[in-house]
């Protein structure tokens, strides 16, 4: 366990993203057993957004009802470029998020996704003064934001708001040198300006758990009793400087796992580190699409198209080269949540403005469409 900002955080921190569903709701007694696990094993940070559907009611019912308040930190975020038109309807995202959680004060309160047009509206409302206005009024306990953009951009941000405490980032060994994501490069800014580092998608969307084999192949020979999700979480715990690393656990048995590997945490050895940089170029050489199924494009495609799920089946296609397998995986995370195909996108582009990954999605769903051919017949029913 570590002290960040007078806080004692151990480096595992759940992340209410994608918590387990049973159908279309999300499944809260499954969610209080992870809860009760992750707790026991001494783990104390949940995060969660306003834009996470139904996460902020499910954090209420499963965590903040059940347990006393000081015995965990919570963590939410502002989203002031969804439906703001006014300075008022970004507050009263704060205030609807307090009353969804059942608490009187947040502990991290994140500007979310801050980067390109994004910033700018934070500045327009005057938020970040709003903010500091309720952290003096003991609402919040900490002000940061999470980041999706450049190294340039959060080195200006940060220079402008040396009030913000800390950072969200997304690291992780896949993105590590990325072009768009650049991970190394803005954990290095915060390094710099000395801001701690709060870890998201240390496993980039699941996409790490279940990496090509011949990713697999190195992790194992290197130590077959670690899981590559496992190896994923560690990389970015031991990185100097982070807080916490958030992981999106949709089962208890991903939980366990997470739990097993984090309870004792110890930094990666060069032995370690060495074997990771291998899994990086490995991967690297495989063309995947680094959708981390964030679902941002989804909140704002008039078409509603399942571009995630699409994704997710595209990439199953390249691994596998199983075009049923790739096709089912489509067809329950698509159609079968009301989302239309690839076919019917109308190329505006809202996707792309808004996807943290910078993918270019339009082209993307062009090539998934021709891939599967779009065929409307349904699979067999899973058993």
Request: proline share 4%.
């Amino acid at each position: 366990m570590g002290q960040y900002l007078g806080e004692e955080i151990r480096k595992l921190g759940f992340g209410m993203m994608r918590l387990p569903k049973n159908g279309e709701a999300i499944d809260i007694e499954t969610t209080k057993v992870m809860v009760d696990k992750f707790l026991a094993a001494g783990f104390t940070y949940f995060d969660t957004a306003y834009v996470y559907q139904g996460s902020e009611d499910a954090t209420r019912q499963a965590l903040v009802e059940r347990y006393p308040r000081e015995s965990f930190q919570l963590a939410t975020k502002n989203a002031a470029w969804l439906n703001s038109e006014k300075r008022e309807d970004a507050v009263a995202q704060f205030e609807t998020s307090l009353k969804r959680l059942g608490t009187d004060y947040i502990d991290f309160y994140l500007l979310h996704n801050l980067g390109d047009k994004r910033t700018t509206l934070f500045e327009d409302f005057d938020l970040w003064n709003y903010f500091l206005e309720q952290k003096k009024a003991g609402r919040i306990r900490h002000l940061g934001f999470s980041f999706h953009s450049t190294a340039d951009q959060l080195d200006e941000i940060l220079a402008k708001h040396p009030e913000a405490e800390f950072v969200q980032l997304q690291i992780n060994f896949a993105d590590w040198e990325h072009k768009f994501i650049q991970s190394r490069l803005n954990y290095e800014v915060c390094r710099k300006h000395g801001r701690p580092v709060i870890i998201m998608e240390p496993v980039k969307g699941g996409m790490l758990a279940t990496p090509p084999e011949s990713v697999v192949k190195i992790l194992r020979d290197a130590n077959p009793d670690i899981s590559p999700a496992a190896w994923a979480i560690r990389f970015g715990a031991s990185l100097p400087g982070v807080i916490t690393v958030l992981s999106g656990m949709s089962t208890p048995e991903q939980m366990d796992d997470n739990l097993n590997s984090m309870k004792d945490f110890h930094a990666l050895t060069e032995a370690e580190k060495a074997t990771v940089f291998e899994a990086q170029k490995a991967l690297a050489a495989v063309p995947m699409i680094p959708c981390t199924s964030c679902d941002y494009c989804a909140k704002v495609c008039p078409m509603n198209i399942g571009i995630s799920g699409t994704f997710n089946g595209r990439n199953l296609l390249t691994l596998y080269s199983n075009v049923e397998s790739a096709k089912v995986q489509i067809f329950w995370a698509v159609a079968n949540l009301g989302k239309k195909d690839a076919v019917e996108c109308i190329g505006c582009g809202k996707c792309e403005e808004v996807c943290p990954q910078h993918l270019e999605i339009r082209k993307l769903l062009a090539e998934a469409a021709k891939a599967f051919s779009q065929k409307k017949s349904e699979p067999e029913q899973k058993s």
